[in-house]
């Protein structure tokens, strides 16, 4: 049997609008998912009517409670001219070319905050938003978060609009059904029904960049509702109409809808957006320890009762791991009284959490198992962010609050390969001071008004001693050098 090829992320994504996101022969294959051999899948329980005979089960009022809290969203993006040697013969330019993409968000807030994916807005230079009464308002762009696929956007409605209310993915069942609402085919509100097939997927689909410490988290609910490209950023509901996923990948042969698809869970989802609109960046917690999935020889060597969990086969120094009674060889089998069978729902369960909070663990060791307190941190070892952390936690990582910007040092590889001394990074972006600049995430500041700027807090005393104006110059990760301008204490 063939192995499905996992298709790139749903939608147009800006990046490569135009064109569905699968993957194609040309390009290099991502790990497939590996079919299993012999499903073994158990009928749902049929609904009896009084006449004794089979009801299905009716998704009318769920549809109803969500279909008008889906919005189509729909991007464009500026293309430089294809050169055309006919034309600047006679001393014509070549016109700007205009990109298209579409694809779904799922509003949250009756003020008008919308979650949908990052691929779906990704490099977009306008977003138009349509709700199913037809209207259209402009986007922006609130804040964003790849390793995850998601990002919240904003418009402006003349009154409170429709909302899904979230729900719990963790309590979702294997066999439940559930409803994928979107816009498939620039389709308008188009719903679906399948079921729950599996959970904490990790499809090796999300992409992470070094350079900016992101790194992919996929936990995916994987149903077999039919979602196509334009149902990215959609709602994926259950039968109460709350919303338990944002839908984001297929596997497919073709392009198009061939059996399953992949949604984030709501329980990442409401997280990442909790950050985003709280504190403009997603404030990330770690747990400090690397892992491999126990095997059936991991079990009997370690004297396991079952082959699950997730076996310690080093510890990060410094994090929260190593301040515990944690060590090597241990086997995380439970977080705060969830189970922990694989990587994925560790990665699910972390996710929930800030840095600061204290999770309690179940473990094995030795053939019984014991349990742990365990404070977690970010990734540079802090349990406390910018704007409550002491003043040597903010001379590392700090939340601009006068530019809704994040601001990180530059690592050292990529000081190196720029030829770059000090230096802030831009590691996270609301709508602020710096997305009306132009600035965009990644951007490394090196000068403002002439100074030199070695770290993130040179660009906050920058912006507290300046009047008037600031003249901000750096450098972009690939090598290019800018220079915005920006009102600053008008």
């Given at each position: 049997?063939?192995?499905?090829?996992?298709?790139a992320i749903l939608g147009l994504g800006t990046g490569c609008i135009g064109a569905f996101l699968t993957l194609q022969s040309h390009t290099p294959p991502a790990p497939p998912i590996q079919a299993p051999s012999g499903p073994n899948y158990a009928l749902t329980t049929a609904r009896v009517t009084d006449a004794g005979?089979?009801?299905?089960?009716?998704?009318?009022?769920?549809?109803?409670?969500?279909?008008?809290?889906?919005?189509?969203?729909?991007?464009?993006?500026?293309?430089?001219?294809?050169?055309?040697?006919?034309?600047?013969?006679?001393?014509?330019?070549?016109?700007?070319?205009?990109?298209?993409?579409?694809?779904?968000?799922?509003?949250?807030?009756?003020?008008?905050?919308?979650?949908?994916n990052n691929h779906v807005i990704d490099q977009a230079d306008e977003i138009v938003v349509s709700l199913n009464d037809n209207r259209s308002y402009p986007a922006v762009l609130v804040g964003t978060d790849p390793s995850t696929d998601l990002a919240v956007l904003k418009i402006e409605p003349a009154k409170a609009v429709p909302?899904?209310?979230?729900?719990?993915?963790?309590?979702?069942?294997?066999?439940?059904?559930?409803l994928a609402v979107g816009n498939p085919f620039d389709l308008t509100s188009t719903v679906t029904a399948g079921i729950v097939s599996a959970k904490s997927r990790d499809i090796n689909i999300l992409r992470g960049d070094p350079r900016t410490m992101e790194y992919p988290i996929e936990s995916f609910i994987q149903t077999d509702a039919a979602v196509n490209p334009g149902n990215s950023g959609g709602a994926l509901v259950n039968a109460r109409?709350?919303?338990?996923?944002?839908?984001?990948?297929?596997?497919?042969h073709t392009g198009s809808y061939s059996g399953y698809s992949f949604a984030v869970p709501s329980t990442i989802v409401e997280k990442v957006?909790?950050?985003?609109?709280?504190?403009?960046?997603?404030?990330?917690?770690?747990?400090?320890?690397?892992?491999?999935?126990?095997?059936?020889?991991?079990?009997?060597?370690?004297?396991?009762?079952?082959?699950?969990?997730?076996?310690?086969?080093?510890?990060?120094?410094?994090?929260?791991a190593a301040e515990s009674t944690l060590r090597q060889g241990d086997v995380v089998l439970a977080i705060d009284g969830t189970p922990v069978g694989n990587f994925p729902e560790l990665q699910e369960c972390i996710a929930r959490y800030h840095p600061g909070d204290v999770v309690h663990m179940l473990f094995a060791r030795d053939?019984?198992?014991?349990?742990?307190?365990?404070?977690?941190?970010?990734?540079?070892?802090?349990?406390?962010?910018?704007?409550?952390?002491?003043?040597?936690?903010?001379?590392?990582?700090?939340?601009?609050?006068?530019?809704?910007?994040?601001?990180?040092?530059?690592?050292?590889?990529?000081?190196?390969?720029?030829?770059?001394?000090?230096?802030?990074?831009?590691?996270?972006?609301?709508?602020?001071?710096?997305?009306?600049?132009?600035?965009?995430?990644?951007?490394?500041?090196?000068?403002?008004?002439?100074?030199?700027?070695?770290?993130?807090?040179?660009?906050?005393?920058?912006?507290?001693?300046?009047?008037?104006?600031?003249?901000?110059?750096?450098?972009y990760p690939n090598g290019e050098k800018a220079y915005y301008g920006m009102a600053v204490n008008p």
């Open positions: 049997m063939k192995t499905p090829l996992i298709s005979t089979l009801a299905a089960p009716s998704f009318a009022e769920a549809a109803a409670r969500t279909v008008d809290a889906v919005v189509h969203v729909k991007t464009l993006q500026r293309q430089g001219a294809a050169s055309n040697p006919w034309l600047e013969l006679f001393g014509y330019g070549t016109p700007e070319r205009m990109a298209q993409g579409s694809g779904s968000g799922v509003i949250i807030d009756d003020r008008g905050y919308i979650v949908t909302t899904v209310p979230f729900g719990a993915s963790h309590d979702v069942q294997i066999g439940e059904w559930v109409g709350e919303l338990i996923g944002i839908n984001t990948a297929i596997a497919s957006v909790g950050d985003l609109l709280n504190f403009g960046e997603v404030r990330r917690a770690y747990l400090g320890i690397q892992i491999t999935p126990v095997t059936e020889a991991i079990a009997e060597e370690l004297d396991l009762e079952s082959v699950t969990g997730c076996a310690i086969t080093g510890i990060v120094p410094a994090s929260g053939g019984s198992t014991s349990e742990a307190d365990v404070q977690l941190k970010s990734r540079a070892g802090q349990i406390a962010f910018s704007d409550d952390a002491s003043s040597d936690d903010r001379a590392r990582d700090l939340w601009l609050k006068a530019a809704k910007a994040g601001l990180s040092p530059v690592a050292p590889s990529v000081a190196s390969e720029l030829g770059t001394e000090g230096g802030a990074q831009v590691t996270s972006l609301a709508a602020g001071k710096f997305t009306d600049a132009g600035i965009r995430k990644g951007f490394i500041i090196t000068k403002i008004n002439s100074d030199a700027i070695n770290g993130p807090a040179d660009v906050e005393a920058a912006f507290e001693r300046f009047e008037g104006g600031l003249l901000v110059e750096g450098v």
